[in-house]
């Protein structure tokens, strides 16, 4: 875990316990790619520009930026939500 993007490798996975990808595409690329064959789940998190209602990042201003925010929200509401079932899995 880290504070900064980090590009995934074949290295680092090979430490996974369990794949969590927020698409498909990101879990064929570590397994077809990378050669990860572990446990995998995928959440179907889309992209901020891919959510209903998204306000492109070129029309400048507040609407703008408060839109995005809410979006960002919306998408760490689903994170939290998916992370307390997992936990509930492994307890």
Known sequence: ??????????DI???VDR????????????????????TSEVW???DLNEMKG???FSTPGIETDVNH???IEQTYGFIVRK???LA???K
């Open 13 to 15: 996975l090979k430490g």
């Open 54 to 56: 998204f306000i492109p």
């Open 19 to 38: 794949l969590i990808c927020m698409r498909k595409e990101h879990l064929d690329f570590c397994r077809n790619e990378l050669g990860y064959a572990g």
């Open 44 to 46: 179907d998190i889309p």
């Open 83 to 85: 992370v307390d079932e």
């Open 69 to 71: 925010i809410a979006l």
């Open 1 to 10: 875990m880290s504070w900064h993007q980090q590009q995934t490798t074949g």
């Open 88 to 90: 509930g899995k492994i």
